[in-house]
């Protein structure tokens, strides 16, 4: 386990719209454990999507984590300025005979029960204009979630060959997560919890990489404090960069930290302050039942 010195989080938004509220706890959640471990807190934007990517949302981004007082160390990283790197880790995985061609569409894996089988692995034909996969294992890989305990899950059963090229050329976010993690030497992740089930898959890549494997805590947000379903319309409210000190005290109360009532009206500042002082990861809370469903459309590739 890396010393506090040593650690280095990140934020790292797709800049698909603004900041809501579910992005927000995804940010003051990392933000705060990188600072109470006096801790870097890089960002990365995730702009590897064009098509759902409006010119103006990651600059807008930027903005609202200013108003927030949530500023970052170094220079943001574009994802979009990596390709070469992901590039470079495709042919690691080429030279290790992982991946393999593919033009199922997703009817297709609907049709498998949502676990690719595996099925172009061993196609005598050539797959013209598909996606690239990489073969994955029957092993079981675990990692310690520090906010969701133990978590295991085995890739061959519950999520299949998965897509590391997309068929329309772009790299997906499985693949350029890694790597960027890795070249950012990203010690801890805070995130939201619709990636649990991202990170074996991150982690096996990261094996055949041959790059560490951070930290991961994974933050409950669809849930309240109280652990109740949160709607999605409050979930996907966009959050107002002219009143950030109230915002900032209500994520607080979602990630279980009690802050002070009296807090709601100090400056951002302040309750930041006080934040960083009391940050308890513990108090997050945990998901009342995880599901380990590896749904490409529930990925953000
Ligand atoms: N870019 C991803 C998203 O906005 C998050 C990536 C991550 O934190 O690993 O959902």
């Given amino acids: 386990m890396p010393s506090e010195a040593d650690y280095i989080g990140r934020f790292a938004p797709s800049p698909s719209g603004p900041l809501h509220f579910g992005s927000l706890v995804a940010a003051l959640a990392s933000f705060l454990d990188a600072r109470s471990h006096h801790g870097q807190w890089l960002l990365r934007m995730e702009d590897l999507d064009p098509a759902r990517e409006p010119p103006e949302a990651a600059g807008q981004i930027l903005r609202s984590l200013d108003a927030f007082g949530l500023h970052w160390d170094g220079e943001v990283l574009y994802q979009s300025t990596r390709l070469e790197a992901y590039r470079e880790a495709l042919h690691q995985l080429q030279a290790q005979g992982l991946i393999y061609a593919c033009d199922c569409s997703r009817q297709d894996v609907q049709g498998m029960g949502g676990v690719y089988d595996g099925r172009c692995r061993h196609r005598s034909d050539p797959v ?174």
């Fill in 128 to 301: 013209t204009g598909g996606a690239l996969r990489v073969q994955v294992t029957d092993e079981t890989l675990h990692f310690d979630d520090l906010i969701q305990g133990l978590q295991a899950q085995q890739l061959g059963k519950e999520c299949g060959d998965f897509v590391v090229l997309r068929k329309d050329g772009l790299f997906a976010y499985q693949i350029a997560v890694v790597v960027d993690d890795a070249w950012q030497h990203i010690t801890h992740v805070v995130r939201g919890s619709d990636l649990l089930d991202s990170t074996a898959r991150q982690i096996y890549l990261q094996q055949r990489l041959g790059y560490a494997t951070p930290r991961y805590a994974h933050i409950p947000v669809a849930v309240n404090a109280e652990g109740q379903k949160l709607s999605k319309q409050h979930f996907a409210r966009a959050i107002d960069d002219a009143h950030p000190a109230p915002q900032l005290w209500q994520v607080l109360q979602f990630l279980g930290q009690a802050p002070d009532p009296a807090l709601a009206n100090a400056s951002t500042d302040d309750i930041l302050h006080w934040a960083i002082q009391h940050w308890d990861i513990q108090a997050v809370p945990k998901l009342a039942n995880i599901r380990h469903d590896c749904d490409d459309a529930a990925s953000p590739d």
